[in-house]
C-alpha cells in the first residue's frame, strides 16, 4: 500500500478545497484570468529625444526610463523591460487592442529607427489580489516584495516558480484591499502558472474573480 | 543563492541570470593569420581564477542585457558589475591565476 502521506486524490491538482462554498476560510487571495490584454512591444533608441517626443505625441505621456517604472494614460500603460524597450498595454483593451496600438505607434514612429511588435497573443494575463497575494507571489518569486522596493504602479521581469513573467502591480487598487498583481506569462506556461498559484494559494483561501 | 546587482535593474536573485565565462575575450582582429594553437587559446583556454575573476553574466529573466561582474571565486563576494564593453573598475585585489 501507497505511504499515507504520498496518497492524492484523482482530482488534487485542482486545489478545489482552496476555493468555493465549503472552504470554510474568507479568502485571503483573488485570481481572475484578464483575457485579451493588447501587448505592444516596443524597442527604441532610449537616449533618442526625437523617439521620445514621437511617442509622446502619439500616447499624450512620456515614456518611463527608470528600471521597473510605468507611466499610461486612460488609454494604454507603457512598462519599463530594459533599456531601450518597453511594453505598451491596454489591460481591458480586448482582442483588436493589441493591433490598434500597434498601428498607431508606427505610424507615429515612422522614420526612427524603432521596432514595433503586437505580441497580444503571445501571453496569458493572470490577476492576483488581495490581502495575502505578495505571499503567494513571494513562494516562487526571488524578488523584494516589500512596499519599499516594488509599489504600485511599478513593473519587474522575474521568474516564478521557474516561469518567466512579467509583474505590474496595478495602481487601480486601493491599499486597504490589499495590492493587486498582473502576471503576463507566456501562454504556454498559462495553465502552470494559473495552477501553481491556486495551490500556492490554497492556505489562504482563493475566490476566482477580480473584487 | 546569489545576489547579483544587474547595472541595469538593481540586486536581484541569481535564479534570474545565466553565466556567460570570463569576461573581456578579444577574437583575434586577423583570425587567418593566427597558429592553430593561438586560436584553440582563443576559442577554448579560460583562466581558472582563485579569487577576483571579471566573468560575463546575461540577466536573461530580467531586462535581458549582457554585463560584466567582478566576483571573489573564494568568498563569493561581487565587488563591481559594470556594462558589457566597458572598461573594468580600477579594484584593489590580488588574485592568483
Not at chain 1, 486524490?9 to 479568502?27: M, N, V
Not at chain 1, 527608470?66 to 530594459?82: D, P
Not at chain 2, 536573485?13 to 594553437?37: C, L
Request: net charge neutral.
Amino acid at each position: 500500500m501507497i505511504e499515507s502521506y504520498l496518497r492524492q486524490s484523482p482530482l488534487a491538482h485542482l486545489a478545489l478545497a482552496a476555493h468555493g462554498p465549503g472552504s470554510g476560510k474568507p479568502a485571503g487571495v483573488h485570481m481572475a484570468e484578464r483575457p485579451f490584454p493588447g501587448l505592444v512591444n516596443l524597442r527604441g533608441p532610449g537616449d533618442n529625444a526625437n523617439f521620445h517626443g514621437a511617442f509622446k505625441a502619439a500616447a499624450g505621456y512620456d515614456l518611463p526610463v527608470e528600471a521597473g517604472a510605468t507611466a499610461g494614460s486612460a488609454n494604454t500603460t507603457a512598462l519599463w523591460l530594459g533599456p531601450g524597450e518597453w511594453l505598451i498595454l491596454d489591460a481591458r483593451g480586448g482582442p483588436k487592442s493589441g493591433p490598434r496600438i500597434a498601428e498607431s505607434l508606427r505610424a507615429a514612429l515612422a522614420g526612427i529607427s524603432a521596432a514595433v511588435t503586437d505580441i497580444s497573443e503571445s501571453r496569458a494575463c493572470i490577476r492576483i489580489s488581495g490581502a495575502k497575494a505578495r505571499a503567494v507571489l513571494q513562494k516562487g518569486c526571488p524578488l523584494d516584495f516589500h512596499p519599499r522596493h516594488f509599489a504600485q504602479g511599478q513593473c519587474a521581469q522575474s521568474v516564478l516558480a521557474r516561469a518567466a513573467i512579467l509583474l505590474h502591480m496595478t495602481p487601480d487598487e486601493t491599499a486597504a484591499d490589499g495590492p493587486a498583481f498582473d502576471v503576463y506569462v507566456a501562454r504556454s506556461f498559462a495553465e502552470y502558472t494559473w495552477r501553481w498559484l491556486e495551490d500556492a494559494a490554497r492556505e489562504f483561501g482563493v475566490a476566482r474573480g477580480e473584487r | 543563492m546569489l545576489v547579483i546587482p544587474c547595472p541595469h535593474c538593481g540586486p536581484r536573485g541569481e535564479i534570474e541570470f545565466s553565466y556567460g565565462g570570463q569576461a573581456h575575450i578579444a577574437r583575434p582582429k586577423d583570425p587567418e593569420k593566427v597558429s592553430d594553437a593561438e586560436w584553440a587559446d582563443y576559442v577554448f583556454l579560460r583562466d581558472n581564477t582563485k579569487g577576483v575573476f571579471l566573468e560575463r553574466w546575461c540577466h536573461v529573466h530580467g531586462c535581458r542585457r549582457w554585463f560584466n561582474v567582478a566576483r571573489n571565486t573564494v568568498t563569493y563576494e561581487i565587488l563591481a558589475a559594470y556594462d558589457a564593453g566597458a572598461k573594468p573598475p580600477k579594484l584593489d585585489y590580488e588574485t592568483q591565476v
